[in-house]
Nanobody
Framework: QVLLRESGGGLVQTGGSLRLSCVAS????????MGWFRQTPGKERQFVAT????????DYADSVKGRFTISRDNIANAVYLQMNSLKPEDTAVYYC???????????????????WGQGTQVTVSS
């Protein structure tokens, strides 16, 4: 069982920045492929960013490329999402997700993730 806890969401003005954190807790520590997704009411969960187990590979949704950066600290068992130049359309609940430890490749597909956090609200005011 893997428990994921996000933090760092909040209210920010257009053009501002936020840094989301996600800490994973599990009985036997295992580096996992991690991802960030976001969701707004009435819409499907949307891919934001993903990072491989060793951080040698990352991928981003086109809508956030050049503005968001995903990173990880395997010692701390944490993954981060630095969000710059925020826009009102970035407003959503942001979820951290982890793949089974069997997989090493980053993934943009929500159904390939086995564990999810409870989400953190990000609101960007215009």
């Amino acid at each position: 069982q893997v428990l994921l806890r996000e933090s760092g969401g909040g209210l920010v003005q257009t053009g501002g920045s936020l840094r989301l954190s996600c800490v994973a807790s599990e009985y036997s520590k295992s580096d996992r492929v991690m991802g960030w997704f976001r969701q707004t009411p009435g819409k499907e969960r949307q891919f934001v960013a993903t990072i491989s187990r060793t951080a040698d590979s990352t991928d981003y949704a086109d809508s956030v490329k050049g503005r968001f950066t995903i990173s990880r600290d395997n010692i701390a068992n944490a993954v981060y999402l630095q969000m710059n130049s925020l826009k009102p359309e970035d407003t959503a609940v942001y979820y951290c997700a982890a793949r089974s430890s069997f997989y090493s490749s980053a993934s943009s597909l929500a159904y390939e993730y086995d564990y999810w956090g409870q989400g953190t609200q990000v609101t960007v005011s215009s």
